[in-house]
């Protein structure tokens, strides 16, 4: 089952904006490949497990806080919750923000 989660909006860091300018280099998610997301103030990085229709499907592998500090939890989402990403909410690893 998967957890209902209500992605933050990428911004400036949004893959879809970036790759509209430039659709040859844009790579489809594929199973181990990590992605990130915003969710409530935080980065929230997810370890593909499939892809279908433009959504990702996977585990929350890790929650970082904007300090770059990691958290097991946060704001109801855990580590290894499995969640649906869609490709509009995907967004770039901010710099500094994870090991």
């Given at each position: 089952?998967?957890?209902h989660v209500e992605w933050d909006?990428?911004?400036g860091e949004s893959v879809d904006?970036?790759?509209a300018k430039d659709p040859q280099h844009r790579?489809?998610?594929h199973p181990g490949m990590i992605l990130t997301a915003h969710y409530k103030?935080?980065?929230a990085r997810i370890k593909v497990e499939a892809y279908k229709d433009g959504v990702s499907i996977g585990e929350i592998a890790a929650l970082i806080d904007d300090g770059g500090t990691r958290h097991d939890s946060h704001a109801g989402?855990?580590?290894g919750?499995?969640?649906r990403l869609p490709d509009d909410k995907r967004a770039f690893q901010a710099p500094g923000n994870d090991d």
């Open positions: 089952m998967h957890k909006a990428p911004g904006s970036h790759y790579v489809e998610p103030g935080a980065t989402l855990e580590i919750d499995m969640v």
